[in-house]
């Protein structure tokens, strides 16, 4: 049976249990229905209220909601505050002790840091990025493994006013390039290497090449973290610092620079329709309160909680889960530099029984791998700590939940499928742990305040069990502000005028059952989920095509046991179509072309070579059908249209 298929025959339900409930921040549905229903009559004051409760201010707000230019919202608008002093120094005079983080390396080093201790590193770092010249406003590239330091660069940025954008550290010199021209920035953090499952990543050598591209004439400075000691790295006098001699002799008190509620905090680029990422620009308050807030609901955070989120800091459930939520409320958390395979597939369940893991938030892809590499090993571990699991960034497969939520969490634990994006900040769609009882594939019900649908596309409500477009249908504090640099498509690719620019267009289908539970589909757009990574088909075809050999490329998704979904590329090469294993020769050299041009996780599963692609009369190439083909089902569309019908057979065979 298909993931998807299986998900709509799902019936089970599993409410908490009456002690996880009893102590539940949110204990129960008519807790949860209060809430809703308190948002729904006052949707102002309910997150004004949140936002004077869960954030400290500098100066306070007096207006909740600018709509004035929609789709250009503001919030808080006329408040001050500074994130790093919401996530480090306002918990110093109870908390100073409390860990804030426990690193656990990839060779298994642990190193613990005080909430104290990091208040200090930031307060120096961001010294440092001040001797540099770096000012409020400046754009900051960080490109770095997951270790401490990438935190405290981000921390550091938040703290003077500077501007993060984290490029995630497996992205290619040209992905790097691009980011960094786009974002104008002008410092690069990095290290001299990364450290991943025993291997290194050469990040310095990576950004070199990138620097030299041209395109990065903004950059001033290159800062480097020695990870590793490896030999020396190149090094370019006057522009690159080593991090340690930076903070070297830096006082260890860094006053705030007091930005406004709606200074940009961070750009993240994503994956759209086009060719080109789109920098994700979010606000300081509104993020901040959105990320602390469904923090403290999603996870049911108490003090004393040791919380786990496997993700990278270079996507946004690193910036929301890791660097900004659990230090915003104060909470100690593990950080994981390595893989979950390394050294062996039991690496997950030994940290969780070592640090004594109470809420542990992975992608559904680690968990169908780690289901595939030993389904009975985390009954050799203790993991009687967890309290609460979460999962993130694609659906996930009833099968796989539970193994999950039997395997992992004893029976015992909530599973919170937390449904969000990078644009929206926060997560947006997930049980209330104490509340709503969970069924396997479905993130369930909308947070309150999150006035989240399913409409048709004439922005009508579809009924229950009807597929249709996902939007939320007001704006809320954590909401993307604009594209960086192109308000324009902000606009039209989120508030379209379909549903007269009132919605926010999330990208996705979605239907909801009897019981209003939400059941994510797929994408609406030319994005695939691959692993949890968001990739746009159209940045993979424009690698393909920037190779000399090829003339023309088209890309689709088709299902993968593991990752959800693979990528299958058609490419027509502008010599003869290659066949047997000259065929192969030339898939390999493009499936590493495009790992070099964009990231391994961009890399084609499969490639398959025509002499052309199917195409209508107007030379639009029908991607319907090559979706068919990669997923190896019988074309039973209509190919009247088509100019050129018999490709079909020829792009049937893989390379
Ligand atoms: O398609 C949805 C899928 O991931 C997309 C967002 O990707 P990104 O911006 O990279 O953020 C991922 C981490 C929040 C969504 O449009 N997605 C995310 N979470 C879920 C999901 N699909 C199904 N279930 C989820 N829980």
């Known amino acids: 049976m298909s993931a ?38 006052q949707y102002l004051s309910f997150w004004g209220d949140l936002a004077r409760e869960l954030l400290t201010w500098k100066k306070p707000f007096s207006r909740v909601l600018d709509d004035s230019a929609a789709p250009f919202f503001k919030w808080f608008d006329d408040g001050e505050l500074n994130v790093s002093y919401n996530c480090l120094d306002r918990h110093l005079p109870e908390n100073a002790n409390k860990i804030a983080l426990i690193f656990e390396a990839d060779d298994g080093a642990v190193t613990r840091v005080t909430y104290a201790e990091l208040h200090r590193r930031v307060c120096q770092f961001a010294n440092g990025l001040k001797s540099l010249d770096v000012q409020k406003g400046d754009r900051v590239v960080i490109y770095m493994p997951m270790v401490i330091e990438a935190i405290v660069a ?16 497996g992205f290619s010199a040209g992905a790097l390039r691009d980011r960094v021209q786009d974002a104008g920035a002008r410092v690069v953090i990095t290290a001299n290497e990364g450290l991943r499952g025993g291997k290194t990543v050469p990040l310095k050598a990576t950004t070199d090449e990138a620097m030299d591209m041209g395109g990065c004439e ?28 930076l903070v070297d002799k830096q006082p260890e008190q860094c006053e705030p620079a007091w930005m406004n509620a709606e200074d940009p905090l961070f750009i993240l680029y994503t994956s759209g329709s086009t060719g080109k990422p789109k920098g994700i620009q979010h606000s300081s308050a509104g993020y901040l309160l959105g990320a602390i807030n469904s923090f403290r609901w999603v996870f049911d955070y108490k003090p004393n909680d040791v919380y786990w989120c496997t993700a990278d800091v270079g996507w946004i459930t690193g910036h929301s889960y890791i660097c900004y939520g659990p230090l915003g409320i104060g909470a100690t958390q593990v950080i994981f530099e390595g893989v979950p395979t390394y050294p062996d597939a039991n690496r997950f369940w030994r940290m969780i029984e070592q640090h004594k893991v109470s809420l542990f938030y992975t992608a559904p892809t680690a968990i169908r791998s ?56 926060s997560a947006m769609i997930a049980p209330m742990p104490g509340a709503v009882p969970t069924k396997p594939g479905s993130c369930t019900l909308p947070l309150p305040g999150i006035m989240a649908d399913i409409v048709d596309e004439s922005g009508a409500p579809v009924e229950a069990g009807k597929g249709g477009f996902l939007v939320i249908k007001k704006p809320f504090p954590s909401l993307v502000r604009t594209i960086w640099g192109d308000p324009d498509r902000f606009k039209k690719t989120y508030f379209p005028e379909e549903f007269d620019g009132k919605f926010y267009l999330a990208g996705d289908s979605a239907h ?22 968001r990739l746009g088909t159209m940045e993979i075809e424009s690698a393909l095509v920037a190779n000399p050999l090829v003339a023309e490329a088209a890309v689709v998704g088709k299902p993968h046991e593991i990752k959800g979904e693979a990528v299958v590329a058609f490419v027509v090469l502008k010599g003869p179509r290659p066949q047997g294993d000259e065929a192969r020769k030339v898939a390999d050299n493009l499936k590493q072309w495009v790992a070099h041009e964009i990231g391994k996780i961009a890399q084609p599963d499969e490639i398959r070579f025509g002499e052309n692609l199917p195409k209508t009369r107007s030379g639009k190439i029908m991607r319907r059908l090559l979706r068919s083909l990669a997923r190896g089902e019988e074309i039973v569309q209509d190919v009247s249209t088509l100019e050129n019908p018999q490709i079909l057979q020829q792009l049937q065979e893989s390379a």
Not at 226 to 242: A, H, I, L, N, Y
Not at 371 to 380: M, V
Not at 381 to 408: C, H, Q
């Open 154 to 169: 981000m921390q550091a940025c938040a703290r003077i006013g500077a501007i993060h954008s984290v490029v995630f550290g």
């Open 4 to 41: 998807l298929e299986s998900i709509l025959k799902e019936t089970r339900s599993f409410p908490p249990s009456d002690d996880f409930r009893q102590k539940a921040a949110i204990p129960g549905m008519e807790a949860y229905n209060a809430l809703c229903d308190q948002a729904n009559d």
């Open 218 to 245: 903004s950059i001033e400075h290159v800062v480097v973290y020695r990870r590793t000691d490896s030999e020396p790295v190149k090094w370019t006098e006057g522009r690159d610092v080593w991090w340690h001699q």
């Open 512 to 533: 909801r059952d009897e019981n209003g539970y939400f059941w994510i589909m797929g994408r609406i757009d030319d994005v695939l989920n691959v692993s949890g990574h």
């Open 370 to 425: 780690l289901i595939k590499l030993g389904a009975e090993a985390p009954k050799q571990f203790d993991l009687s700590s967890l309290r609460l699991l979460g999962t993130v960034g694609e659906p996930i497969n009833p099968e796989a939940w539970m193994w999950y939520y039997e395997m992992v969490g004893g029976g015992r634990c909530p599973i919170v499928d937390t449904w969000w994006q990078t644009e929206t900040g």
